[in-house]
């Protein structure tokens, strides 16, 4: 029986332009390679590249992340503390469409079997309950890698590529039945995550936590300054991806007026962020908000659970009401405040029209 669903598959240059962050465009990670056209894949040079990202392949099956897939792997080095792989910053899921499309291309069995092991490593590290962790296996029971991790999009990208492969289409056609639909179970459990873990306010859905706890399903904590919260950023490809399921039941539907909902109320605006040079920094700037009536809707990476309002925070753990209250590092070594939600508003008229609003 089909899942009711699995969302359009992706393709190639669409889907690095949705996935890929900016800063990471034109840098040799193996997700880049995707816009590559297909008779690299069959170039001395592409040979080259996808041996040395098989290389990086862990013990656990998936790999890990900040590689040079221009560089062969350094073997006096080892692959990584216990053989731990990760679906944070494009790890894992990248390589497997990379490797889906080289197989495509060529057919190297090399690359089948890289395909074969990376994905039945991130099949078995989806838990019961549908989520996945940021890291597998399991670094330890009390580390934050062990969240059910939608901070960077990680799960939510891991559920793409589940779908897609479920679907069986372009690069994915290789795949047998069975595995299929493997995916397909995998894909409906991963949304039932989803549904199970939207924060609530007054009893009405709303956004998501970066990361939340894997037994329990509430917000959690990350790093010091990544506290319990409803997150204007991790929920805004959440949003999209409920949008993309081509037959929304009435969870998923109420799921989606939520989140909008919350995103219209949540902006912020008459602020925009400035990075003004100085030494100090070590990356050459400090970041400020400018009051400016002008400036479009802005949404913070962080709100409040309690008073739902904007707030920033420092390696303390305190969490405070201005950005220019928290230490300057973090000020300028986070995204405290993007338009993330421009582009789930932007979709909802369409999406609407079609499911009812």
């Known amino acids: 029986m089909p899942s009711p669903h699995l969302p359009a598959v992706a393709c190639g240059a669409m889907l690095v332009a949705l996935l890929l962050p900016a800063a990471l465009l034109g840098a040799a990670t193996?997700?880049?390679?995707?816009?590559?056209?297909?008779?690299?894949?069959a170039s001395d040079d592409g040979k080259r590249v996808?041996?040395?990202?098989?290389?990086?392949?862990?013990?656990s099956g998936g790999w890990?992340?900040?590689?040079?897939?221009e560089k062969p792997r350094d073997a006096s080095k080892e692959l990584s503390a216990r053989g731990l792989s990760t679906f944070d910053n494009n790890a894992t899921w990248g390589e497997l469409r990379l490797l889906a499309r080289a197989i495509r291309v060529t057919g190297d069995t090399a690359y089948r079997a890289a395909f074969d092991r990376g994905l039945a490593s991130a099949l078995a590290a989806q838990y019961d309950n549908g989520g996945w962790p940021q890291q597998y296996p399991l670094p330890g029971t009390e580390a934050y890698a062990?969240?059910?991790?939608?901070?960077?999009?990680?799960?939510?990208?891991?559920?793409?590529?589940?779908?897609?492969?479920?679907a069986g289409e372009g690069d994915f056609a290789f795949v047998p039945p069975e595995t299929r639909q493997q995916c397909r179970r995998a894909f409906d459990k991963g949304i039932d995550c989803i549904l199970a873990?939207?924060?609530?306010?007054?009893?009405?859905?709303?956004?998501?936590?970066a990361q939340h706890d894997a037994k329990t399903l509430a917000p959690a904590k990350a790093r010091a300054y990544e506290l319990p919260s409803l997150s204007g950023g991790e929920s805004a490809n959440i949003a999209l991806l409920l949008m993309s399921l081509p037959h929304p039941d009435d969870r998923v539907k109420a799921a989606v007026r939520g989140v909008v909902a919350w995103y219209e109320?949540?902006?912020?605006?008459?602020?925009?962020?400035?990075?003004?040079?100085?030494?100090?920094?070590?990356?050459?700037?400090d970041v400020v908000h400018v009051s400016d009536p002008a400036a479009p809707p802005m949404w913070a990476r962080f709100y409040?659970?309690?008073?739902?309002?904007?707030?920033y925070c420092g390696r303390d753990g305190v969490k405070k009401a201005t950005l220019a209250e928290i230490e300057l590092e973090r000020r300028a070594g986070y995204a405290w405040l993007r338009p993330w939600g421009k582009k789930v508003l932007d979709a909802y008229p369409a999406w609407a029209a079609k499911h009812g609003g």
């Open 304 to 311: 409040d659970l309690d008073t739902g309002k904007p707030y």
């Open 146 to 166: 062990g969240h059910i991790t939608y901070n960077d999009d990680g799960m939510t990208s891991v559920l793409r590529l589940i779908g897609d492969v479920a």
């Open 30 to 41: 193996p997700l880049s390679f995707l816009e590559k056209p297909d008779a690299w894949f």
């Open 265 to 285: 109320r949540s902006a912020v605006r008459g602020v925009r962020e400035e990075r003004r040079p100085t030494k100090e920094s070590n990356r050459g700037y």
């Open 64 to 69: 890990w992340k900040a590689y040079d897939a």
């Open 197 to 209: 873990t939207q924060i609530r306010i007054d009893g009405k859905p709303a956004a998501w936590c």
């Open 50 to 59: 996808m041996a040395n990202v098989i290389s990086q392949q862990r013990p």
